[in-house]
């Protein structure tokens, strides 16, 4: 079946546009997680959406970024006013409920110039 | 902060020889998973490890697990260059919310 996908794959904005990085999960699976991966670095968490629950927005870096999810499906992570340090993968990931695995999306290779 | 270590952060092996990655975690968790990132893309996971485990094996792969040391070790035998990749360990601390904390990664290379 398909899985998780991201779009764009990538962007290129200048600094101080606001951007958006849009991810869909696989079907049925509940949870929905972003993580940021700077070049050659492991993966930063972001934020996990986890059904109707309230998300866990503990790792968002400042209130420049946001993230929703729509439905219980699609999910849109947006930052404003992007600066250069934004630069970076930007990884969706998705799981199905009491699934311990993760399954990734090919990720949003962002460069704010 | 929960990040794991790898070691080493790169390692050059050739083709045919065995390869093996070390991760080191800071707090008690309820298990350990290994992934495989080609190109700087999407994750692949590889294998899961629970907290009662202490070897797991999964095709050329064998994961190792001690809580008391907390630390982990991957195993890839008979390497291939399509093993090429840069592996992570990531681990779930936290029991009913599955975030996972990942390592800094071990980039491997397989020389043909």
């Given at each position: 079946?398909?899985?998780v996908s991201q779009s764009p794959s990538n962007k290129v904005t200048e600094k101080g546009k606001d951007v958006e990085l849009r991810c869909d999960p696989i079907s049925g699976h509940t949870a929905l997680y972003w993580y940021r991966q700077s070049l050659g670095q492991g993966l930063e968490f972001l934020i996990?959406?986890?059904?109707n629950s309230a998300p866990d927005k503990s790792g968002l870096p400042s209130d420049r970024f946001s993230a929703e999810r729509t439905g219980g499906s699609v999910s849109t992570l947006t930052i404003q006013r992007t600066q250069q340090e934004d630069s970076a993968v930007y990884l969706c990931a998705s799981s199905s409920p009491g699934q311990e695995t993760q399954y990734f999306g090919p990720g949003t290779r962002l460069l704010v110039l | 902060s929960q990040q794991g270590?790898?070691?080493?952060?790169?390692?050059?092996?050739?083709e045919g020889e065995n390869a093996t990655m070390n991760c080191s975690y800071k707090t008690s968790i309820n298990n350990l998973q290994w992934y495989r990132q080609n190109s700087g893309?999407?994750?692949v996971h590889l294998i899961l490890i629970r907290s009662?485990?202490?070897?797991?094996?999964?095709g050329r792969l064998r994961v190792t697990l001690d809580t008391s040391k907390k630390s982990s070790s991957l195993l890839i035998t008979?390497?291939?260059?399509?093993?090429?990749?840069s592996y992570f360990c990531a681990t779930e601390w936290n029991f009913g919310n599955e975030k996972l904390t990942f390592g800094t990664g071990t980039r491997l290379t397989i020389i043909p």
């Open positions: 079946g398909a899985g996990y959406f986890q059904g | 270590e790898e070691d080493p952060q790169a390692l050059s092996i050739q893309r999407g994750l009662n485990e202490r070897e797991k094996h999964s008979a390497s291939r260059a399509a093993d090429t990749a």
